[in-house]
């Protein structure tokens, strides 16, 4: 019986930073783009090679907090592919749902990294999305919690499978949905039976057809669709979290040391998710969250900075919101 098995990508992830990079603003925007010349050779000052990929990302938050785990996905039967198996093994998660495949290489992203800024990042979609219904031990995923970061290709073809698995079973879902997954004419309907929804601030917008700035509207639609604990995160602005009744909100940490954003997303939500089932408060999954996705933001790589068991962190303010007759106001 596990704790909590993962599904999502697994990716070799090529960590560069260059010596000198050129940016260009492009249209009416404010917005930056990594210019190199053609038929030149760029310098890289440093270069780094890592793990990565939403389902073994998040599977290493849990098992670093000492929860049995388990991955279900596929990698390239390629040396990327076997490192990444060994990795993930060297944490003590299990990988007995893992599949190798010689159809596609194992996933690959290039991150090109411009000093603490945003990085860019060239993704190869390969192997990953290549698990089908069929291959999944549906009769072994023996588990209290499923944790869905986003799916692509065949796996997105059986998100409504996977959830209705869970639901016949007993088991808890904690999803954070790609666009694809947003995209599903049955969407609606799976999230009615999603725990905990994970959504960066665009996706939510998405998902309820109304704009970011509208905060408030996004919650009063998506509550509606998920009856569970709803987040939507905001990047450098912070969290907001919704359980229906109250609205939760943090800002980052002023201090925090940024030197790779890669895998933070993943981490913040893994972050909450485990703390959730630890104690089932909503504030304290945010403190927990924030700081696991502050510890990653720390180092190159998407699971080199997490939180390990018992470690001492900072917990950020929480302010909470109860809503009555569409009037907010903080609760002290």
Not at 52 to 67: D, H, P, R
Not at 190 to 198: E, G, H, S, V
Not at 245 to 267: C, H, M, Q, W
């Amino acid at each position: 019986m596990f704790d909590i098995v993962t599904f999502g990508s697994a990716t070799r992830d090529i960590f560069l930073r260059p010596k000198k990079l050129s940016l260009l603003k492009y249209d009416s925007s404010a917005r930056e783009g990594v210019c190199f010349p053609v038929g030149s050779k760029i310098e890289i000052e440093d270069i780094y090679f890592n793990s990565g990929g939403g389902g073994t990302n998040t599977a290493a938050t849990f098992a670093n907090q000492g929860l049995k785990t388990a991955y279900c996905g596929v990698v390239g039967e390629d040396s990327a592919g076997r490192e990444i198996i060994k990795e993930l093994e060297s944490l003590k998660i299990n990988t007995g749902f893992v599949f190798l495949k010689n159809d596609k290489l194992t996933n690959h992203s290039v991150i090109i990294a411009e000093n603490n800024k945003d990085s860019t990042i060239l993704a190869y979609r390969g192997a990953a999305e290549l698990l089908s219904k069929e291959e999944i031990s549906w009769q072994k995923l023996k588990t209290g919690w499923m944790y869905l970061a986003p799916l692509t290709g065949l796996l997105c073809d059986i998100f409504n499978d996977i959830v209705e698995f869970a639901c016949v079973n007993g088991i808890k879902i904690a999803a954070n949905p790609s666009v694809a997954q947003l995209s599903l004419n049955n969407f609606v309907k799976i999230a009615n039976k999603i725990d905990i929804l994970i959504l960066n601030q665009e996706e939510a917008s998405f998902l309820a057809k109304i704009s970011v700035e509208d905060e408030k509207g996004i919650f009063q639609k998506i509550d509606k669709i998920c009856p569970g604990v709803a987040i939507m995160t905001k990047g450098g602005e912070g969290v907001v979290v919704s359980d229906g009744k109250n609205l939760y909100s943090a800002k980052p940490f002023k201090e925090r040391k940024i030197v790779d954003t890669t895998g933070a997303g993943d981490a913040f939500g893994s972050g909450f998710v485990f703390e959730f089932m630890r104690s089932q408060d909503i504030e304290k999954s945010i403190q927990f969250a924030m700081a696991n996705s502050a510890g990653c933001l720390s180092e190159i790589g998407a699971k080199n900075g997490l939180l390990k068991k018992g470690q001492e962190f900072n917990r950020i303010e929480i302010i909470k919101r109860e809503c009555d007759n569409d009037v907010c106001f903080v609760k002290k």
